[in-house]
């Protein structure tokens, strides 16, 4: 069975600090990880997605990738209010089609 | 571009009825995903379909029959709901369904569903 596992949180920053979500996963053989955002009562939305060992940066949001550890994280820099969602990490077999498996999510709270 | 619609937003069913839920992307994507959501247990794939005439099971396929219509189309049947069949429903579609890393899902707005 694979697993994909995050911290259900809530997770509380104040407004302008830096929020660090994590995930683990039991996979070795996992090719790509992405990070998806849910508002309340709405669908999951991509934010960005990682497959190489280390940083890839997108506007405010840096997700860092540890194949070795098999933990990928994602930095929200300059956090706001509007980012107050579920932050969810899904994980991509390799070599299949494109199945993905889901942690259950972090619950972010942005404080004002 | 409307991206992945599903119909209907909402339903109610009872014990042993059964419906389809409709699932519809226009990107031109290859393949499309069935999930429910349920608290605590986050999203678990229900079926797929890598490419137009292809269906394959997920994590949670019992209970629930797909077909693959056309490139657009996907959908989702109960055929007697069950209480535990209670949750929400998202349909998603990525363009290559291959081993590419970079394949990324697109989600619907979802069907939330309750069975009495």
């Known amino acids: 069975q694979k697993e994909v596992e995050q911290n259900s949180g809530p997770l509380s920053v104040p407004e302008g600090a830096i929020a660090s979500l994590n995930c683990t996963y039991s996979d070795r053989g996992s090719q790509s990880f992405f990070w998806y955002r849910q508002y309340s009562g709405k669908s999951p939305e991509l934010i960005m997605f990682?497959?190489?060992?280390g940083d890839k940066e997108d506007g405010r949001f840096t997700a860092q990738l540890n194949k070795a550890s098999q933990y990928v994280s994602l930095l929200i820099r300059d956090s706001q209010p509007s980012d107050s969602a579920t932050y969810l990490c899904?994980?991509?077999?390799?070599?299949?089609?494109?199945?993905?498996?889901f942690g259950t999510g972090t619950r972010l709270q942005v404080m004002l | 571009n409307a991206g992945v619609t599903q119909t209907p937003k909402f339903q109610v069913l009872k014990t042993g009825q059964s419906m389809t839920l409709q699932c519809a992307q226009d990107?031109?994507?290859?393949?499309m995903y069935w999930y429910r959501q349920d608290p605590g247990m986050g999203l678990r794939l229900i079926y797929y379909?890598?490419?137009?005439?292809?269906?394959d099971k997920g994590e949670v396929p019992n209970g629930y029959n797909v077909s693959r219509l056309n490139k657009r189309e996907f959908s989702l049947r109960l055929e007697s709901a069950a209480p535990s069949q209670t949750s929400v429903y998202f349909c998603?579609?990525?363009?290559?369904?291959?081993?590419?890393?970079?394949?990324?899902?697109?989600f619907g707005p979802g069907t939330r569903l309750t069975v009495l």
């Open positions: 379909s890598a490419s137009e005439g292809t269906t």
């Open positions: 998603a579609s990525s363009a290559f369904g291959t081993s590419g890393p970079t394949d990324t899902q697109y």
């Open positions: 899904a994980v991509k077999e390799g070599g299949t089609a494109s199945k993905l498996t």
């Open positions: 990682i497959y190489s060992n």
């Open positions: 990107m031109n994507h290859n393949s």
